[in-house]
C-alpha cells in the first residue's frame, strides 16, 4: 500500500508542477527603506500599479517632461508568473516556492536565482537578513528547514535521506570555496567535473553533511564570514560575484527499494547593474566584463531551453557550466527578478524587467498555458460564430 501511496504522491506532485511549467520567473518589488523615506531626495519613487487579480501583472511608469513642457506618462506593463508587492512578507515568498523546493526530494534538479541591480533585495530574498528572526529569514534557510521537516515525514514511507551542503562563490570567472576552513583562499583552484551520472563535482571544495538545521545556520554564518574575510568591502564584492548554495538530497526507500537523487541549487547573482565600462581598467574591468558575460549567458541558457534549441551555450561561462546538469532537461528552474521601487533606479529596473520578459515570455509553462487558454476562447467564439450565423442562415 505504502508503494501505491508513494507513486500517487509523486504524481500529483509532479503534475502540479508540470502544470506550473519548468522555468518561472516571479517579480518581487522591495519597500523603500527607512533610511531612504528619510532622505528626500532618495524618497521619489516610481509609480508602479498591480493591474489583474491574479497578482502577476506590474505596471512601471514615470512622468517626462515633453519637449513642450506637458507631463508624459510612459506606461510599461509586463507579466509575470508571480509578482510580490513590497508588503510581502518572506513567508508569502515562500509559499509560492515551497513545492518546488519539495522536489528536490523527489530527485529533480532544481535551480532558484535572484537576479537585479545591487540594493535590489537579492540577498535579503535568498538568505534574509544576518541573525534573521523566524519571520525574516529568508528562501535558503526555509528551504532547509522544510526539506528537514519532509524527510522526516517521508521516514514513515520508508525514506531516509542523505543531505549534503556546498557554497561557493564565483568571482571573474573562478570559483572559490566559501566554507574552507582557513577562509577564503583564492589562490586554490577548483575546476567543475560533470559524471556520466550527471552528477556534478568541484575538486577540493568542502562538503559538509547536513544531520541538523542548526549545522546549516553554522554553515550560512560561515560563508558570510569567509566572504567578509575576502574583501574589506563585503557589499563590493558580494555584488560582483554569484554565490551558488548547492544542497543534495540523497534519498532511499527501505520498504519500496526505490532510490532518489536531487539537487537544490540557491544563487544569489553578481549585480546587474550596467557598471561602465569606459572608466574601468585593470580589475574593475575583468570584473565587469566577467559579470555581463555570466549574466548575459544564463539567459542565453534559459532562452535556448525555453525554445528547446539543440544546442544550450552552457560552456560560455562559469556559472552555466557548473549549473548545467540543474539547467535543462528534467530540472526546474525558477528565477526572482528583483527590482528596486526607487526613481533613481528607474532605467536599471527597466533592465531588469526587460531582461526577466525575455526569459519569462518564452517559458513553455507560460506560453503553453496562454496558448492553450487562447485556442479554447477562439473554439468557443468559433462554435458560438458558426451557430449564430447558421442560426441567421435559417
Ligand atoms: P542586494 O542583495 O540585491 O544587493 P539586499 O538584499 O542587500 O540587496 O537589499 C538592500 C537593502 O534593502 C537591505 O538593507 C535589505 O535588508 C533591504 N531589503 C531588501 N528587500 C527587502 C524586503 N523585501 N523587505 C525589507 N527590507 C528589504
Ligand atoms: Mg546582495
Same mark, same amino acid.
Given at each position: 500500500?505504502?508503494?501505491?501511496?508513494?507513486?500517487?504522491?509523486?504524481?500529483?506532485?509532479?503534475?502540479?508542477?508540470?502544470?506550473?511549467?519548468?522555468?518561472?520567473?516571479?517579480?518581487?518589488?522591495? =519597500?523603500?527603506?527607512?533610511?531612504?523615506?528619510?532622505?528626500?531626495?532618495?524618497?521619489?519613487?516610481?509609480?508602479?500599479?498591480?493591474? %489583474?487579480?491574479?497578482?502577476?501583472?506590474?505596471?512601471?511608469?514615470?512622468?517626462?517632461?515633453?519637449?513642450?513642457?506637458?507631463?508624459?506618462?510612459?506606461?510599461?506593463?509586463? !507579466?509575470?508568473?508571480?509578482?510580490? &508587492?513590497?508588503?510581502?512578507?518572506?513567508?508569502? $515568498?515562500?509559499?509560492?516556492?515551497? &513545492?518546488?523546493v519539495q522536489s528536490a526530494l523527489d530527485g529533480y534538479n532544481v535551480?532558484?536565482?535572484?537576479?537585479?541591480? !545591487?540594493?535590489?533585495?537579492?540577498?535579503?530574498?535568498?538568505?534574509? =537578513?544576518?541573525?534573521?528572526?523566524?519571520?525574516?529569514?529568508?528562501? @535558503?534557510?526555509?528551504s532547509v528547514?522544510q526539506i528537514y521537516?519532509t524527510a522526516k515525514?517521508l521516514?514513515?514511507?520508508?525514506w531516509s535521506y542523505t543531505m549534503e551542503g556546498q557554497?561557493?562563490?564565483?568571482?571573474?570567472?573562478?570559483?572559490?570555496?566559501?566554507?574552507?576552513?582557513?577562509?577564503?583562499?583564492?589562490?586554490?583552484?577548483?575546476?567543475?567535473?560533470?559524471?556520466?551520472?550527471?552528477k !556534478?563535482?568541484?575538486?577540493?571544495? !568542502?562538503t559538509?553533511v547536513l544531520t541538523?538545521?542548526?549545522?546549516v545556520?553554522?554553515?550560512?554564518?560561515?560563508?558570510?564570514?569567509?566572504?567578509?574575510?575576502?574583501?574589506?568591502?563585503?557589499?563590493?564584492?558580494?555584488?560582483?560575484?554569484?554565490?551558488?548554495?548547492t544542497l543534495r538530497l540523497a534519498g532511499k526507500n527501505? @520498504?519500496?527499494?526505490?532510490s532518489s537523487e536531487g539537487v537544490l541549487n540557491l544563487?544569489?547573482?553578481?549585480?546587474?547593474?550596467?557598471?561602465?565600462?569606459? %572608466?574601468?581598467? %585593470?580589475?574593475?574591468?575583468?570584473?565587469?566584463?566577467?559579470?555581463?558575460?555570466?549574466?548575459?549567458?544564463?539567459?542565453?541558457?534559459?532562452?535556448?531551453?525555453?525554445?528547446?534549441?539543440?544546442? $544550450?551555450?552552457?560552456?560560455?561561462?562559469?556559472?552555466?557550466?557548473?549549473?548545467?546538469?540543474s539547467?535543462?532537461?528534467?530540472?526546474?528552474?525558477?528565477?526572482?527578478?528583483?527590482?528596486? =521601487?526607487?526613481?533613481?533606479?528607474?532605467?536599471?529596473?527597466?533592465?531588469?524587467?526587460?531582461?526577466?520578459?525575455?526569459?519569462?515570455?518564452?517559458?513553455? %509553462?507560460?506560453?503553453?498555458?496562454?496558448?492553450?487558454?487562447?485556442?479554447?476562447?477562439?473554439?468557443?467564439?468559433?462554435?458560438?460564430?458558426?451557430? @449564430?450565423?447558421?442560426?441567421?442562415?435559417?
Amino acid at each position: 500500500r505504502i508503494r501505491e501511496e508513494e507513486t500517487i504522491r509523486r504524481r500529483l506532485h509532479n503534475t502540479i508542477q508540470e502544470l506550473k511549467g519548468n522555468i518561472r520567473v516571479f517579480c518581487r518589488v522591495r =519597500p523603500v527603506s527607512s533610511s531612504e523615506s528619510a532622505s528626500k531626495a532618495e524618497t521619489t519613487t516610481a509609480l508602479i500599479k498591480y493591474p %489583474g487579480q491574479e497578482g502577476r501583472e506590474i505596471e512601471f511608469s514615470n512622468s517626462t517632461e515633453s519637449a513642450r513642457g506637458s507631463q508624459i506618462e510612459k506606461v510599461y506593463p509586463f !507579466t509575470f508568473d508571480k509578482v510580490f &508587492q513590497p508588503s510581502s512578507k518572506q513567508e508569502d $515568498v515562500f509559499e509560492e516556492i515551497s &513545492q518546488l523546493v519539495q522536489s528536490a526530494l523527489d530527485g529533480y534538479n532544481v535551480c532558484i536565482f535572484a537576479y537585479g541591480q !545591487t540594493g535590489s533585495g537579492k540577498t535579503h530574498t535568498m538568505e534574509g =537578513p544576518l541573525n534573521a528572526s523566524r519571520e525574516s529569514m529568508g528562501m @535558503i534557510p526555509r528551504s532547509v528547514l522544510q526539506i528537514y521537516e519532509t524527510a522526516k515525514a517521508l521516514e514513515s514511507k520508508g525514506w531516509s535521506y542523505t543531505m549534503e551542503g556546498q557554497y561557493v562563490e564565483i568571482y571573474n570567472e573562478s570559483i572559490n570555496d566559501l566554507l574552507g576552513s582557513d577562509g577564503l583562499d583564492t589562490t586554490r583552484k577548483h575546476e567543475i567535473r560533470h559524471g556520466p551520472n550527471g552528477k !556534478t563535482t568541484i575538486t577540493d571544495i !568542502t562538503t559538509v553533511v547536513l544531520t541538523s538545521p542548526e549545522k546549516v545556520a553554522a554553515l550560512l554564518k560561515k560563508a558570510a564570514h569567509n566572504r567578509s574575510v575576502g574583501s574589506t568591502q563585503m557589499n563590493e564584492r558580494s555584488s560582483r560575484s554569484h554565490c551558488v548554495f548547492t544542497l543534495r538530497l540523497a534519498g532511499k526507500n527501505s @520498504i519500496t527499494d526505490e532510490s532518489s537523487e536531487g539537487v537544490l541549487n540557491l544563487i544569489d547573482l553578481a549585480g546587474s547593474e550596467r557598471l561602465s565600462q569606459s %572608466g574601468a581598467t %585593470g580589475d574593475r574591468l575583468r570584473e565587469t566584463q566577467a559579470i555581463n558575460k555570466s549574466l548575459s549567458c544564463l539567459g542565453d541558457v534559459i532562452y535556448a531551453i525555453a525554445n528547446k534549441d539543440p544546442h $544550450v551555450p552552457y560552456r560560455n561561462s562559469k556559472l552555466t557550466y557548473l549549473l548545467q546538469n540543474s539547467l535543462g532537461g528534467n530540472s526546474k528552474t525558477l528565477m526572482f527578478v528583483n527590482i528596486s =521601487p526607487l526613481m533613481s533606479n528607474f532605467n536599471e529596473t527597466l533592465c531588469s524587467l526587460r531582461f526577466a520578459t525575455k526569459v519569462n515570455s518564452c517559458t513553455i %509553462g507560460t506560453a503553453t498555458k496562454r496558448a492553450v487558454a487562447r485556442s479554447f476562447t477562439e473554439k468557443i467564439t468559433n462554435t458560438a460564430n458558426s451557430y @449564430i450565423g447558421g442560426a441567421k442562415q435559417t
